[in-house]
């Protein structure tokens, strides 16, 4: 080496900076990689949250359940119609709630079940209802009751030309089983065989009874 040169190795060995500490305080050339974040080790996430793990499913945290979870058809009971837009409502309400697909499964179930129970025990009462009204037409008729319900079939045979229909409204409503309407139908009838009522016609040809299909003397 002449007089001249300069060698920095031997600068850095004999303790020619400035604290002394020789190639100790040289600064470590940069990596090669630009700058950038040094690569996650080997088996990492990057940019893994801390609450991995402990999400809830079906949240806004967690994962996305199957789609499958969510599908209430299997739980509808038998003779029970599926309604789209009705599940559709709860599952926006099951998830806002929090629940899992499985849990939202249980509690449609119930629902509809009990929704069921409840209908059908309504229908029942309404039956024993409209079958009571018979009964207390029957007793309070007495010996009348034929002659009244064959009239208050003319009757109505004679307002149906008018008003088509109104025996089945009748029928499908019970209302033709109280007594108040089997009188006035009767009287109706009355009128009709009489003067032919208010241009209703003849009442030949119609029906002995107010209800063909009803077999009164089970009550």
Do not use: C
């Not at 991995?52 to 499958?68: F, S, W």
């Not at 025990?121 to 039956?127: L, N």
């Not at 009188?183 to 109706?188: D, K, P, V």
């Amino acid at each position: 080496m002449t007089a001249d040169s300069f060698d920095l190795q031997l600068f850095g060995e004999e303790g020619g900076g400035a604290d002394g500490d020789g190639a100790e305080n040289i600064s470590q050339a940069p990596s090669n990689n630009g700058g950038a974040d040094p690569e996650p080790a080997a088996g990492t996430e990057p940019n893994q949250p801390e609450t991995a793990g402990t999400e809830k499913p079906g949240t806004i945290l967690g994962g996305t359940e199957e789609e499958a979870a969510w599908d209430f058809k299997d739980v509808v009971p038998e003779g029970m119609a599926y309604d789209e837009a009705a599940a559709a409502a709860f599952t926006s309400v099951a998830k806002e709630a929090g629940l899992t697909g499985s849990q939202a499964q249980t509690l449609a179930g119930y629902g509809m079940k009990f929704a069921q129970e409840g209908m059908v025990a309504m229908a029942r009462a309404r039956a024993e209802e409209v079958h009571g009204w018979a009964v207390s037409a029957k007793t309070e008729l007495g010996a009348q009751f034929d002659s009244t319900v064959h009239a208050a079939g003319t009757g109505i045979e004679a307002v149906e030309k008018v008003i088509p229909g109104l025996r089945q409204a009748l029928d499908e409503t019970g209302a033709g089983n109280r007594i108040e309407l089997i009188r006035a139908f009767a009287l109706i009838g009355n009128l009709v065989g009489e003067d032919n009522f208010r241009g209703f016609g003849s009442a030949a040809g119609t029906k002995s009874t107010l209800y063909p299909n009803t077999d009164f003397s089970k009550y």
